[in-house]
């Protein structure tokens, strides 16, 4: 594979050799095209928005970019880059809502300017928003751009291409500033292990500001020079079929989702709404961003396998926003692996063979390291690599692991360059949530972390103040008996909380209200100094499934 000093780079060479080819597509409701943009009107319109872009803020100034589902998302993503203005994706606020990270996201990166289309643009709520910040507002539109580059000088690949912001579930949220050279590190292990060539057509229904979204969907089809197919996050939740519709009709190889999304479609289907799809051309059906369950995807490949999913396609992963994305993947159609292991010794962060079926926990494995990556599982009180079958703290060494926090010196070197005890070898690691050390790393659902509370563990969102929790918080999802790990709420584990729309009724554990799924952080030990390495402490990394 051809290397490149930047995405901007990147997106030219696409623009040369395959100008009139469709980078992009966005779907209606219904399924019917919106907008495409070929990877030269993709170009060309990123270098003429980085242009007005560049009239309003230098390089280095932040720009935040809130958006509807479409493709103007990604002519501002790309312009931000020709420009070298720092992206920050972000959700788009909602009008009323008592847990909300975008003032928090604003405080810390300062953005001189806000990006997005131009119909919201005209929103009053917006601008009232993110008034008192001084941010002026440039409007993002398909419209079609005379070719020509813009005079600007290209991005270096130690650039910081944006910050992606951790959820802010128990402290601040954090900016990952992730360079140029992380991202194309990242898309390049990611084509390795996926198997991706220009014809890997990806179908995606998660957001773009999410990782998932971005980099595993519309950024790595433009690395392998494919096309991407891209539907709103609502229309998924409302009509899942229509997503594996879409995969059949544009014979899509790769389809991404949280572990839930599977689910969805299994709980959804029905036979009249799935006449004619055929899923045989599936490769990559990556599972992650969520702890992944082995039920979901016997369900899914017995619900499926009749339309011609093949059950080698299911894909576990595992990633975090630290490193960009994904940590550890499979093989284009090497299937799944599972263990079961104990429960009661799972809970205790202990692997043992269960003592009845009552005790029985399957676990999945979520593949192994991406090449030119390293990964322990270190134990977190002393900082010792764990021997195979122990239960620890994910240690992640790579070219795509971000450098910094945006400045946050103090948690930078804590969190993002840690050693191993007794291995100096001038290697730091990212540390990411607990999982078991194997030839493939599982992350049990059971080691979810909790935030200690007068003498009580409880999920992050349960520990911060009630009045502060959305109102979908304050009600179970699910009626979990005591004991039942597999029954609490899922948690989406990435950049951002990808968002699901209120449902038609209240069956198979979303209720009605909830319009996302919170990230999960887990709970740091604090450690002192050791053998010269720095002391650990604070909030750990979020971790992504693929975020």
């Known amino acids: 594979m051809e290397t490149f000093p930047s995405l901007v780079s990147l997106l030219a060479k696409r623009a040369a050799m395959q100008p009139d080819e469709r980078a992009c597509i966005f779907l209606g409701d219904r399924g019917a095209e919106e907008a495409v943009l070929?990877?030269?009107?993709?170009?060309?319109?990123?270098?003429?928005?980085?242009?007005r872009l560049a009239d309003n803020a230098r390089p280095g100034d932040r720009a935040i970019l809130v958006f509807p589902p479409g493709l103007e998302f990604l002519v501002a993503f790309f312009g931000c880059l020709i420009a070298r203005v720092i992206a920050v994706p972000m959700m788009m606020p909602r009008r009323q809502s008592a847990r909300d990270s975008s003032a928090a996201i604003i405080a810390d990166c300062e953005p001189v300017v806000a990006l997005t289309s131009s119909a919201f643009a005209i929103r009053q709520d917006l601008q009232a928003r993110f008034s008192r910040q001084g941010i002026s507002w440039l409007a993002v539109d398909l419209a079609p751009a005379a070719p020509g580059a813009a005079d600007l000088p290209l991005p270096g690949s130690e650039d910081v291409a944006f910050l992606q912001y951790t959820s802010g579930s128990t402290s601040e949220p954090k900016?990952?500033?992730?360079?140029?050279?992380?991202?194309?590190?990242?898309?390049?292990?990611?084509?390795?292990s996926l198997g991706n060539t220009g014809q890997s057509t990806h179908v995606n229904w998660v957001p773009l500001y999410h990782d998932m979204g971005l980099i595993l969907n519309a950024l790595e089809a433009l690395y392998v020079g494919a096309l991407c197919v891209m539907m709103a996050p609502n229309a998924f939740t409302q009509r899942p079929l229509g997503w594996l519709r879409a995969i059949s009709d544009y014979r899509a190889e790769v389809g991404c989702s949280p572990n839930f999304g599977y689910d969805l479609c299994v709980?959804?289907?029905?036979?009249?709404?799935?006449?004619?799809?055929?899923?045989?051309?599936?490769?990559?059906?990556l599972n992650g961003a969520e702890p992944v369950h082995a039920e979901t995807i016997a369900r899914f490949i017995e619900t499926f396998a009749g339309h011609g999913f093949d059950p080698t396609a299911a894909f576990p992963a595992y990633g975090m926003a630290e490193a960009t994305l994904l940590i550890s993947g499979g093989s284009r159609g090497a299937g799944?692996?599972?263990?079961?292991?104990?429960?009661?010794a799972l809970q205790a962060h202990e692997v043992a063979a269960p003592a009845d079926t009552a005790d029985a926990q399957t676990l999945v494995g979520c593949g192994r390291a991406l090449a030119g990556e390293r990964i322990a599982i270190v134990e977190p009180d002393d900082g010792k690599r764990l021997p195979a079958g122990r239960v620890g703290e994910v240690w992640v060494n790579g070219p795509n692991v971000a450098r910094a926090y945006w400045k946050r010196?103090?948690?930078?070197?804590?969190?993002?360059?840690?050693?191993?005890?007794?291995?100096?070898d001038g290697q730091p690691f990212v540390e990411a949530p607990f999982g078991r050390n194997d030839p493939q790393p599982y992350i049990p659902p059971t080691a979810q972390p909790f935030v200690p509370r007068d003498n009580q563990n409880y999920q992050p969102r349960e520990a911060q103040p009630r009045e502060a929790q959305p109102q979908e918080a304050r009600q179970p999802r699910v009626q979990a008996e005591p004991g039942n790990v597999d029954a609490l709420p899922a948690f989406i584990t990435g950049g951002a909380p990808v968002p699901v729309a209120p449902q038609a009724n209240g069956q198979n554990g979303y209720d009605n209200q909830a319009d996302r799924f919170p990230l999960h952080r887990r709970r740091r030990r604090h450690r002192g100094p050791r053998d010269g390495a720095p002391p650990q402490g604070g909030d750990g990394p979020n971790d992504a499934g693929g975020d």
């Open 38 to 51: 070929t990877f030269r009107q993709l170009h060309d319109a990123a270098q003429a928005f980085a242009a």
């Open 267 to 285: 709980d959804r289907y029905r036979a009249e709404q799935m006449q004619g799809v055929d899923l045989s051309s599936w490769k990559v059906a």
């Open 175 to 192: 900016g990952v500033a992730v360079s140029h050279a992380n991202l194309l590190a990242n898309l390049e292990m990611i084509r390795a």
């Open 336 to 344: 799944h692996v599972t263990r079961t292991v104990s429960r009661s």
């Open 409 to 424: 010196q103090e948690a930078s070197e804590t969190d993002l360059k840690a050693r191993i005890d007794g291995e100096d």
